[in-house]
């Protein structure tokens, strides 16, 4: 199963000071990205370059979570060596964007090393609003299919339930009059069924704002 992750970071729920402060962004950022930070982003705002790079290290646990069910989450041993800026800016995010593949010149793109793993990253940084991250196995993006979403309910069971619906409401357009459901695995990460083998799905939620990524089979090079 190819690995796939997103992550999104509601912007206004973080708390900047506390982000600033070397206690906090030295367990996120090994001593390399801190370097990489005054060497060439000085440009963005720190606490920007520190959600930046953890929501490109939560996707990327996420998607060798498939691969080593026991895997431990380790900030500052996933090290992204390669981040790319984009070429224009981003406006405001929409209540619902949906969209596959993504435009290199909007977005972040990187290269991120765990132990022998190499994966690759697409971020988007809508405005003062929300991180967006979708990281993969693959390097090849044009058939990763991914959405976010405003939703007004925030506690737990509402983000899940909203989640779910919209993941399954696009995934209508690959699989088209089949009743499908979200699962999930012993060791915490979501999947579909379909016909002999299982699709990987990605899901996440923070505050105000849901998201899914899965890897699109009609799309996939043959």
């Not at 979708?134 to 339930?161: C, M, R, Y």
């Not at 699962?183 to 704002?209: C, D, N």
């Amino acid at each position: 199963m190819q690995g796939i992750g997103n992550d999104i970071i509601a912007l206004n729920a973080i708390d900047i000071l506390r982000t600033n402060k070397r206690a906090f962004y030295t367990k996120i950022l090994a001593k390399s990205e801190q370097q990489l930070y005054k060497d060439s982003f000085p440009a963005i705002p720190f606490h920007l370059y520190v959600w930046l790079l953890w929501s490109v290290k939560e996707s990327a646990y996420k998607c060798l979570q498939r691969q080593q069910t026991d895997l431990v989450f380790s900030p500052t041993g996933t090290v992204i060596t390669n981040l790319s800026t984009p070429n224009q800016s981003i406006p405001n995010a929409a209540d619902i964007l949906e969209n596959t593949d993504f435009d290199k010149d909007a977005c972040f793109s990187s290269i991120i090393e765990f132990n022998t793993h190499k994966l690759y990253a697409r971020s988007i940084i809508y405005g003062d609003e929300l991180i967006h991250t979708v990281a993969s196995t693959d390097a090849d993006f044009n058939h990763i299919n991914w959405g976010i979403k405003h939703i007004e309910q925030i506690d737990p069971e509402s983000q899940s339930l909203a989640v779910r619906g919209f993941l399954l409401n696009r995934l209508k357009t690959d699989f088209p009059g089949r009743e499908l459901a979200v699962q999930k695995h012993s060791s915490g990460y979501p999947y579909i069924t379909i016909p002999e083998k299982q699709l990987a799905v990605s899901l996440s939620h923070h505050g105000h704002w849901v998201g899914y990524a899965y890897s699109s089979p009609s799309l996939c090079k043959a």
